[in-house]
């Protein structure tokens, strides 16, 4: 048992997951949204009634934030950070510790750009921002294309499967995985890891996930530091291979970009994929609205991200004492925001719960956070769900659900594990371009 380790988790998760028991025992809406099965199938409900308590809610040990005006606005203010304060300071046999062997790298502890507030965030950013702009994005759609073509020829013709993890997962870790200049080979390994890990967005997970998304760590971090080394004498035209060549990062801070890209590349729009699946068979008359304008499908995209986003939640902390929503917050305070709340938000967006392929102001969700921290790939996860649900539907007219869809057990990361299916009668790709 390593001291960073029980430090981290006693920190992060400890306090955090007691709380929430002892209110969850009590009823309380926040932990029940955060710490229930039912939080977990249907958290719009809780969000909702948690919504007609007022806009800037006390949720011990943190404050909730839901109206979309209030979430943007704090996103946006620089008067938050993104740190969430330590409960207690750091011993000095755990200083040490650090000190010898720091945490591995992962999505959530610093030196992540996730985790960082300016300057540092941007130093962290910069370097990693020319992957991700409209023109390089829009040169990656004919991979897209590609690789979904791949994987929808490589899915049964009448026959039983699983839109997971044989197609939503899968186009992602692929894409990411060529822009990091990682194998093939080695996707599978890194959809294992992205399992493990990404419970860490989570508030007040076990010691025993934390411990097992911890040991993954450590393997991502070997892996990158073999991999980074063998870029330096062998550098491609990948993502990573500018990063290690440039020279402005070290290897414990490339692992850690390497890292956040690996995990926002494919976390993001595994889910967004998978639930766009599940709400098209939930509205068959907006899927053939689809087959008859395929104009909408990224507007389409759009309001799955509104009406069921992939990312439910995410924190701030007050860097100095102010009012907001006619509260005043002291130094340290940490608000969660309700990305799923501000969507839903009945102020921006009428009849919220109604699901409209073609709602005009679909885009204005805040999926995709808002501020200095708004999600870099962004475009490329809009581009790789448009494509890979309209090749989808269109390849597998007859497609459909065979069992019920099995729910991810995440909070922040909300999706689907499992989606059991039968695809029907294949249409072949020429038929599908005339």
Same mark, same amino acid.
């Given at each position: 048992?390593?001291p960073q380790y ?197 508030l007040g997970i ?124 002291? !130094? ?6 309700? /990305?799923? @709340?501000?969507? #839903?938000? +009945? *102020? ?5 719960? &109604? ?22 790939g962004a475009g ?24 019920? !869809? ?6 922040? /990361?909300? @999706?689907?594990? #499992?989606? +059991? *299916? ?5 249409? &072949? ?6």
């Amino acid at each position: 048992m390593k001291p960073q380790y029980v430090y981290r988790w006693v920190n992060n998760h400890a306090l955090i997951l007691l709380f929430k028991k002892v209110r969850l025992r009590r009823g309380d809406l926040f932990a029940r949204l955060n710490c229930s099965a039912e939080g977990i199938e249907n958290p719009y409900a809780l969000i909702e009634q948690m919504r007609g308590e007022g806009g800037l809610r006390r949720t011990l040990p943190v404050w909730t934030a839901l109206d979309h005006e209030m979430v943007r606005n704090i996103l946006r203010d620089n008067r938050f950070g993104v740190g969430i304060p330590a409960v207690f300071g750091t011993p000095p046999p755990v200083r040490r510790a650090l000190a010898r062997r720091p945490l591995p790298p992962n999505p959530v502890d610093p030196p992540s750009m996730l985790v960082l507030d300016q300057p540092e965030h941007t130093r962290m950013r910069k370097p990693v921002t020319a992957a991700f702009t409209p023109r390089a994005v829009a040169r990656l759609q004919d991979r897209i294309e590609t690789v979904t073509e791949e994987l929808l020829a490589t899915l049964p013709d009448s026959g039983p499967t699983d839109l997971v993890a044989r197609y939503a997962a899968q186009i992602p870790i692929a894409i990411i995985s060529e822009m990091l200049g990682f194998p093939d080979s080695d996707r599978e390994m890194f959809l294992r890891w992205g399992d493990d890990i990404s419970p860490l967005l989570d508030l007040g997970i076990s010691w025993r996930t934390h411990q097992r998304a911890m040991e993954s760590s450590e393997r991502v971090h070997r892996y990158l530091v073999e991999h980074i080394e063998r870029l330096r004498t062998e550098p491609g035209d990948d993502i990573l291979s500018s990063l290690v060549t440039a020279g402005d990062l070290s290897t414990y801070e490339l692992c850690a970009s390497a890292t956040l890209l690996m995990a926002a590349g494919f976390e993001t729009t595994v889910n967004l994929i998978g639930k766009g699946i599940v709400w098209l068979f939930r509205h068959p008359e907006q899927l053939e609205r689809l087959q008859a304008e395929p104009e909408l499908w990224p507007n389409a995209v759009e309001e799955i991200l509104r009406i069921d986003p992939p990312v439910q939640m995410t924190a701030r902390t007050t860097r100095t004492a102010l009012e907001i929503g006619g509260v005043r917050l002291r !130094p340290g305070s940490t608000v969660v925001l309700s /990305l799923a @709340g501000a969507n #839903r938000d +009945p *102020a921006v967006f009428t009849d919220p719960a &109604r699901f409209d392929i073609a709602r005009d102001n679909a885009k204005n969700h805040l999926s995709f956070s808002s501020g200095i921290h708004v999600c870099l790939g962004a475009g490329l996860a809009r581009m790789e769900a448009a494509h890979a649900l309209r090749a989808l539907f269109e390849t597998f007219p007859a497609l459909r659900l065979t069992d019920p !869809p099995t729910r991810r057990p995440l909070f922040t /990361l909300h @999706g689907y594990e #499992r989606l +059991p *299916a039968h695809t029907g009668p294949r249409v &072949r790709s020429h038929q599908r371009a005339g």
